[in-house]
């Protein structure tokens, strides 16, 4: 059985005296033994989210690292820094950084090396745009993002990798893929899962569906077979992100 994980990805928001009002708010709301729950935070609010979750059942993460140990990389963020702040989560490949920050596949799977070397567990996103959704190339694409993104790791690597499938024209735009949408695309990661590192990963490993998901949307999309979870933005801010945890 696999362990669902909801995430939140708060982006570029909150401060850290509004962190701990946030995270103060939540805690009594995503309260659920039962799903595995993440809240990744701007990085200068790790302190305060590490201390403010340690007696919860809440793990932090953060939303990008570096793929180097130390060095002259001028604000940047290495994973032994997250580690030693408590860190046990860190999204890789969010479509915001491929978009401004010019990551790439190549990178993507640089840094999924480079977190399991300090410990920590990648939440690797991936996704199509509208246009290769039009031209009928979405699983295509998503399969060749998740291969290059898990070259050279071991079965047991992959299988304790997170895996976040999210349409980039479901991200923050309010449109959500519907549940068979969702659940064709995650269902072919983990048959690619599957053929390249065989059926223990594939059964293991956890994928999650992102893109403006709700506590309206979240129990019909949570309930599909090969959805294991949320990667979650907008609503992770608010009271709502408690009623897509017990979703
Ligand atoms: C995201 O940024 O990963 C995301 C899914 O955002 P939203 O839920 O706001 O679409």
Not at 109 to 115: R, S
Not at 196 to 206: K, N, T, V
Not at 212 to 240: R, Y
Request: proline share 4%.
């Amino acid at each position: 059985m696999r362990k669902r994980i909801v995430a939140g990805n708060w982006k570029m928001n909150k401060t850290p005296s509004e962190a701990a009002l946030l995270i103060g708010e939540l805690i009594p709301l995503v309260n659920n033994d039962n799903v595995e729950v993440v809240f990744c935070v701007p990085a200068i609010d790790i302190p305060c989210a590490v201390e403010l979750t340690k007696d919860t059942n809440i793990k932090i993460g953060a939303e990008n690292m570096y793929f180097e140990d130390k060095g002259a990389f001028t604000g940047e963020i290495a994973p032994g820094m997250l580690k030693d702040a408590g860190v046990k989560y860190v999204i890789l490949g969010h479509s915001e950084r491929r978009q401004y920050f010019a990551e790439t596949d190549e990178t993507v799977n640089l840094k999924v090396h480079k977190a399991f070397e300090y410990g920590l567990t990648p939440i690797i996103c991936c996704g199509e745009t509208l246009k290769q959704r039009e031209q009928g190339i979405t699983i295509e694409w998503v399969c060749m993002q998740i291969k290059i993104a898990l070259l050279g790791l071991t079965p047991e690597q992959i299988a304790n990798t997170v895996i976040a499938y999210e349409p980039i024209w479901a991200i923050g735009t309010g449109v959500v893929a519907t549940k068979e949408q969702a659940q064709e695309v995650c269902s072919a990661i983990r048959a690619c899962v599957r053929s390249i590192a065989g059926d223990e990963a594939a059964d293991a490993i956890r994928i999650q569906y992102g893109g403006s998901v709700t506590g309206d949307s979240a129990p019909e999309l949570f309930a599909m077979e090969d959805i294991d979870g949320g990667l979650v933005g907008g609503a992770s801010l608010k009271p709502d992100f408690g009623r897509i945890v017990n979703a």
